[in-house]
């Protein structure tokens, strides 16, 4: 009976040693990791992993390391990994997200970001699946993913945004002005939002009044070269070339 006592707490200290093995190899890899070491780092996960196979946020965290490499398709085997013990774990669903981004596979990264924002409702999820949206010229769906995230923030400047980019592309220029304005109401200092009212302004052929949207966003930032571009075209429209051609010189 001794010896048989004896046996099991050999085996259940080899066990904590194990754990506390794959917990140190975990945490060097993520130390490595932090100071941009990924190689090394990717070598301290993999001990970790082999030491316990179980390990889910080894998993993840060499998924992360793969995607910094461009080892994309090995990411994404390890952020799978990571789903076969835990199927709900939302950061390996962000990183399938971002490395079939990354692969410019589209479709499937949009796949994964909604399985990202079903898990984790939160504003920036939904704004990135709006953008995946967006690139792949869906408007409609996107400014229903822009809206998403503002029932999280209404007054989320870069939903607002976008959102409003969206409603312009499907010519609802009205509505499109009122998410502007909107996002102005959230940071004076949206440079971005300016340009998109000042166009819609030009486009609705109020052109001193584009010129002034222009001067707003040049305001925050002079060399604004979006906002540069947009006021040299309307000044020209007002038969401005002096002015225009000021600008052309700067950019």
């Not at 490595?32 to 090394?40: G, H």
Request: glycine letters at 4%.
């Amino acid at each position: 009976m001794k010896i048989l006592g004896i046996l099991v707490c050999i085996f259940l200290l080899s066990a904590i040693c194990m754990a506390e093995e794959t917990e140190y190899f975990d945490w060097k890899g993520s130390k490595l990791y932090a100071t941009k070491n990924y190689t090394d780092a990717l070598i301290y996960f993999e001990k970790a992993l082999s030491q316990d196979p179980g390990y889910i946020d080894a998993w993840i965290h060499k998924g992360d390391t793969q995607r910094i490499l461009k080892d994309f398709n090995g990411s994404i085997a390890s952020y799978n990994a990571a789903l076969q013990i835990d199927g709900k774990k939302a950061v390996a669903w962000s990183g399938i997200t971002e490395a079939y981004t990354a692969m410019k596979d589209l479709t499937n990264a949009s796949i994964a970001a909604a399985k990202t924002t079903e898990l984790d409702n939160s504003k920036a999820n939904w704004l990135r699946e709006g953008n995946l949206l967006q690139t792949q010229e869906m408007y409609q769906e996107a400014v229903t993913k822009f809206e998403g995230a503002l029932t999280v923030d209404p007054i989320y400047k870069d939903a607002l945004y976008k959102k409003g980019i969206m409603l312009m592309a499907l010519s609802n220029l009205p509505e499109a002005a009122k998410q502007f304005d909107q996002a102005l109401q959230a940071d004076p200092n949206f440079k971005q939002a300016y340009v998109a009212k000042g166009v819609i302004l030009e486009a609705n052929g109020k052109y001193v009044e584009a010129e002034q949207a222009y001067d707003k966003a040049l305001e925050i930032d002079p060399v604004y070269a979006q906002a540069l571009a947009y006021k040299m075209h309307v000044l020209l429209v007002l038969k401005k070339p002096d002015e225009a051609m000021q600008i052309f010189v700067k950019i």
